[in-house]
């Protein structure tokens, strides 16, 4: 049983840049969010995806954009990249109609803006 | 969303029984209790969920009082490999969508040889 992978582990990019990641959930689950972990704090959550749409959102601007595909997996857009975007972004995955919701963490990827 | 309270960090010695306690004063009547682990650099790690009373799986016990006001999540024996940030979150199904998560702070348990 897969659970949630994210590629790629580790990017590097430069401020004004654009990047996209990618999330792939757990087997039999059909809603993905999305959280950003600066270095020493808590995840704090981006947004959520469910049958393709954006259901929830955090405090994050538009620069942060999302999409689900309909084999349920993730994409993760971030424009014009500040230095403050260097954080680590994890996707988590959880089965819609599950009355706990629980969500399950992939591993992350690492983002260091220059 | 329901606050959490945690200590920010605790310390424990290999083999002892740790217990981290989470206060939920605002916690509504559709919340779950979930905790989950974090290793640096790593997702977080789903440990334990519950509504009420008490839930045990293979790694940890969760007690919550009547009252759900607060939770206390158990670590039996705990060894070098549990030093870790762990943290306690509230939260349910709302009829506006799905659910989403609020991380705090955690508590950073440090494991001593």
């Known amino acids: 049983d897969a659970g949630v992978t994210q590629s790629p582990t580790h990017l590097i990019k430069t401020r004004g840049q654009q990047v996209t990641l990618r999330c792939s959930p757990k087997?039999?689950?059909?809603?993905v969010s999305w959280y950003q972990q600066a270095l020493g704090q808590g995840p704090q959550f981006i947004f959520q995806?469910?049958?393709?749409?954006?259901?929830q959102r955090g405090n994050f601007p538009d620069r942060f954009s999302g999409h689900q595909f309909p084999n349920y997996s993730s994409e993760l857009n971030v424009n014009a990249l500040w230095l403050g975007d260097s954080a680590l972004y994890l996707c988590?995955?959880?089965?819609?109609?599950?009355?706990?919701?629980?969500?399950?963490f992939g591993p992350g990827t690492r983002l260091l803006v220059l | 969303l329901a606050k959490t309270t945690q200590p920010i960090s605790m310390d424990s010695y290999e083999g002892q029984e740790v217990n981290i306690t989470c206060s939920h004063n605002?916690?509504?009547?559709?919340?779950?209790i979930t905790w989950y682990q974090q290793f640096p650099s790593q997702g977080p790690r789903f440990i334990i969920q519950?509504?009420?009373t008490k839930v045990t799986n293979e790694v940890a016990s969760l007690f919550i009082p009547a009252d759900r006001k607060s939770s206390t999540l158990s670590l039996p024996r705990v060894s070098l490999s549990d030093t870790a940030v762990y943290y306690c979150?509230?939260?349910?199904?709302?009829?506006?969508?799905?659910?989403?998560?609020?991380f705090g702070s955690g508590t950073r348990l440090q494991v001593q040889p």
């Open positions: 995806y469910y049958e393709e749409e954006e259901r």
């Open positions: 519950g509504y009420k």
């Open positions: 605002n916690i509504a009547t559709n919340d779950y």
């Open positions: 087997s039999g689950h059909d809603t």
């Open positions: 979150l509230v939260g349910g199904v709302y009829d506006t969508g799905r659910r989403a998560l609020t």
């Open positions: 988590a995955s959880s089965l819609a109609g599950d009355k706990q919701e629980t969500q399950y």
